[in-house]
């Protein structure tokens, strides 16, 4: 019988306390302005400094400060457009919910039909399935309509289920498409809501 012996991880460091000045410098002359104030850490009182040491993730973070930092100065300059409301109380176009429906159906049979029921599986398939259906039915266009999809996913033994939801909205414009998809061991129920924003 083998004997299994875990090998030791070795982390190896740089002192960078030399590479973070000259990077600094580099990065000034690429931008032609300050990126960032990288201070070089000062030794304790006390303590016999070799050499200073700047842990990686310090480095990385002064970096992205100053970059944030510029990056929100730009944007200020940007003015936003103002846009007037319309006022429109009724949809150019209805819901297509035919469309949305079979977009449901394709997506969840196309990822569950050889699917084997697993707890820690369907968690995160129903945030992938989920995911997935919104950008198919966004990738429609449907105009002034928030969008909001519900997957459940569950194992099949001879049980019923009844999957309902209640909610306010606006009988006219407000709708919803569902469709099923169940296989010998897991059934599954995915609803997009269509709620219309004035």
């Known amino acids: 019988m083998e004997v299994f012996e875990p090998q030791a991880r070795v982390l190896s460091f740089q002192s960078v306390s030399d590479d973070v000045s000259d990077y600094a410098k580099s990065l000034r002359r690429a931008s032609g302005s300050s990126v960032a104030s990288l201070k070089q ?36 300059e940007v003015k936003k457009s103002v846009v007037e409301n319309t006022y429109r109380t009724k949809p150019k176009q209805k819901f297509p919910e035919r469309e949305v429906e079979e977009i449901i159906r394709s997506s969840l049979q196309d990822m569950l039909k050889e699917q084997i029921y697993s707890a820690m599986e369907c968690g995160f398939l129903t945030k992938l ?6 950008e198919r039915v966004k990738s429609l266009n449907i105009e002034r309509y928030k969008l909001v999809c519900l997957v459940n996913v569950g194992s099949k033994h001879n049980q019923g289920i009844r999957v309902a ?3 306010l909205w606006n009988e006219d414009v407000d709708t919803q498409a569902t469709a099923s998809v169940e296989n010998s061991t897991l059934f599954a129920v995915a609803t997009v809501f269509g709620i219309y924003f004035e």
């Open 41 to 76: 850490p000062t030794p304790r009182r006390g303590s016999k400094a070799v050499g200073s040491y700047v842990s990686p993730y310090r480095l990385w973070r002064q970096l992205s400060d100053g970059l944030q930092d510029k990056q929100n100065a730009a944007d200020d």
């Open 129 to 134: 399935l989920s995911s997935r259906i919104m």
């Open 165 to 167: 939801s209640r909610c």
